[in-house]
């Protein structure tokens, strides 16, 4: 690390994430509101604390992200497919592309009614809304990425003698490959937010579920304490997963960092 | 028997509710080992032309013959090296020339060898682990050759595959495909609006009229001898007679135009 990059990004941010918690101590200080309504920097840093060392956080984690990958694997896996089924065939990009619109318009939140009544409340149902609030806007991504190659990439194929799965493989897919990787960052915050939705409405144990256990035992130190861990994963994914990828294919592709 | 035989009676986009016609009228034979200069103004239909011979577009009125048959599809024993040149930006120079070999599935180590035949034959064996949006436009030029030649194709359509790069990398290239063109013995269908650039290659100049409705105005046999250079007596001579014909079509597209 070059004292260029701590001195353009590290300082900034320390000193911004300093001045925010002072700004939010002094609220606490002006007591805008009851402790058990307005938490102090430092009740959620120990409640923070405490949610590790008790391992409730660290399994919450793990629950989530079990499911997580379970349904968004098979969003990619049937995304995919349906993604490659529109590009192929204009007869059903003509008729399911409308109800695929359709869908992905659908908050992924309305599926829970449904999903309750085909699988109860169980595993099943969250899983079940989280493919369902992610496949969707992968597919139309996906398809919108393989449709928008460059033509002369397929016109080299063809010429080369390349066609049908060979020229989506080798062709389509690689020069649609930055464009796919934003539609994966993108249905990856829409899996995450499905998730944590359908984790809210019952005793599911991930992390959705200790959000509202802090509501219900009217500990709001424990209510922040884990939508910083939330948002603190999302960051991580979003960054350090998802930008580390696109930063490498644009590299390569010699494209601007976008 | 001559390697592409081209009969086309008429070929014609629809546009709008009617139909655009291109050109008509088009005849003319190529032998094996030609190399055989497209000029015309712009509009008269040259990357069309070229894009039938490829079997890109297959909807023509007529018939274009590859050895005796019938061109209705791609073959990869036509290659076209495109305008833009379409090199894959996933893929470093060797993988590029590369890619044709291994989508017909021929096996690695031969693979490795005609690559290596061909890096070094467009002097770019040093390059040949870059990507390519870290080499210059004169070598992406000579990769796009490689790649095509790779393939061991009997004809190259080349659509103004120079006309993007500055005066030197040009000469420099007239030089390099004249000698690569030697060794490989290929036939070359090579369109462009440069009349110096088609008489400095060319052994035959097929001049198109004017558009719209473009035919086959006049040819001229380019006899002399090889390596030529732009700047050679010889050359500016035929140019001068090529630049004749072609001044009245130029012309005339201007009318068209700018006073329909």
Redesign the interface.
């Known amino acids: 690390m070059t004292t260029n990059f701590i001195r353009s990004r590290i300082v900034p941010c320390a000193l911004f994430y300093t001045a925010l918690l002072l700004g939010w101590q002094v609220l606490v200080v002006l007591r805008i509101g009851p402790s058990y309504i307005f938490p102090s920097p430092l009740n959620v840093a120990l409640s923070l604390a405490e949610g590790f060392r008790d391992r409730s956080f660290w399994f919450g984690i793990l629950v989530s992200f079990r499911r997580l990958l379970t349904g968004f694997s098979l969003a990619i896996a049937v995304g995919g497919v349906l993604g490659a089924l529109l590009l192929k065939s204009r007869t059903f990009e003509k008729t399911a592309g409308s109800l695929i619109l359709g869908l992905q318009t659908l908050p992924s939140i309305c599926w829970f009614p449904l999903a309750l009544v085909w699988f109860g409340l169980s595993e099943g149902s969250i899983i079940f809304v989280v493919v369902m609030g992610s496949v969707f806007s992968f597919t139309m991504t996906i398809h919108a990425g393989l449709k928008n190659i460059?033509p002369?990439?397929v016109?080299?194929?063809?010429?080369?003698?390349?066609r049908g799965p060979?020229l989506l493989w080798?062709?389509f897919i690689?020069?649609a490959?930055p464009s796919l990787l934003l539609g994966l960052r993108q249905s990856w915050a829409f899996a995450w937010r499905s998730l944590l939705a359908g984790e809210l409405l019952f005793n599911s144990q991930g992390l959705g579920f200790l959000l509202n256990m802090g509501r219900e035992l009217n500990d709001i130190n424990r209510v922040v304490a884990v939508m910083l861990v939330i948002m603190a994963i999302g960051v991580f994914i979003d960054k350090l997963v998802f930008g580390r990828m696109e930063l490498a294919v644009r590299t390569?592709?010699?494209l601007k960092p976008s | 028997m001559p390697i592409l035989k081209v009969d086309i009676a008429s070929k014609s986009y629809p546009a709008n509710a009617e139909t655009l016609l291109v050109f008509e009228k088009i005849r003319f034979e190529i032998g094996r080992g030609e190399f055989v200069c497209l000029v015309g103004p712009s509009g008269c239909g040259k990357t069309t032309l070229l894009n039938i011979l490829a079997g890109l577009d297959p909807r023509y009125e007529g018939e274009v013959l590859f050895k005796g048959r019938r061109v209705d599809g791609c073959d990869a024993d036509r290659l076209m090296i495109f305008q833009e040149l379409g090199l894959f930006p996933w893929l470093t120079v060797r993988e590029n020339i590369a890619f044709g070999l291994k989508c017909k599935k021929v096996p690695a180590a031969k693979r490795a060898r005609i690559c290596s035949e061909y890096l070094h034959m467009v002097d770019l064996a040093r390059f040949q682990d870059s990507y390519i949006h870290e080499i210059s436009a004169g070598m992406k030029q000579r990769v796009a050759l490689a790649r095509a030649l790779a393939m061991d194709p009997e004809v190259l359509l080349m659509d103004e595959p120079f006309s993007s790069l500055d005066a030197q990398a040009r000469d420099l290239l007239y030089e390099e495909l004249q000698r690569i063109w030697g060794i490989t013995k290929k036939t070359i269908v090579f369109v462009t609006h440069n009349v110096r650039e088609a008489v400095c290659l060319g052994d035959r100049i097929l001049v198109f009229s004017a558009p719209p409705v473009a035919r086959l105005k006049a040819s001229f046999s380019v006899g002399l001898p090889r390596p030529r250079t732009i700047e050679a007596n010889g050359v500016i001579d035929i140019v001068k007679c090529v630049f004749g014909e072609l001044k009245s079509e130029i012309r005339k597209t201007y009318d068209h135009e700018f006073h329909p």
């Open positions: 460059p002369i990439y016109n080299i194929g063809r010429n080369m003698g390349v060979a080798d062709v690689p020069a490959l390569r592709y010699g």
